[in-house]
């Protein structure tokens, strides 16, 4: 099992930036791939960034590309989403999600990870 708690979540005006983190405690050996996903009031969740387990790779969704940065302290077990450029369409519930061996892009689907946190709440304001 695999326990996974986010954090860093705020409210921030618009071109601020925020630091969400990922932190995972339980049987977390390596070989995880760990996922950011955000759900905005009554839309589906979806695809922010990807650590892949390999530790070779990292991927964005289009919509936060040069925006955002996903990166790892493995010493830490924690993942780290930095968020920069803010815009007020960033808003919603922001969710990290481990599961192991899964590559790209199946990292992309929501549905391939079995291990959840709460979320966090990031709200953006114009």
């Known amino acids: 099992q695999v326990q996974v708690a986010e954090s860093g979540g705020g409210l921030v005006q618009a071109g601020g930036s925020l630091r969400l983190s990922c932190a995972a405690s339980g049987r977390t050996r390596s070989g995880y791939t760990v996922g950011w996903f955000r759900q905005a009031p009554g839309k589906e969740r979806e695809f922010v960034a990807t650590?892949?387990?390999?530790?070779?790779?990292?991927y964005v969704a289009d919509s936060v590309k040069g925006r955002f940065t996903i990166s790892r302290d493995n010493a830490k077990n924690t993942v780290y989403l930095q968020m920069n450029s803010l815009k007020p369409e960033d808003t919603g519930v922001y969710y990290c999600?481990?599961?192991?061996?899964?590559?790209?892009?199946?990292?992309?689907?929501?549905?391939?990870?079995?291990?959840w946190g709460q979320g966090t709440q990031v709200t953006v304001s114009s």
């Open positions: 650590d892949i387990w390999t530790g070779a790779s990292t």
């Open positions: 999600a481990y599961d192991r061996l899964l590559g790209w892009p199946m990292a992309a689907d929501p549905l391939k990870y079995d291990y």
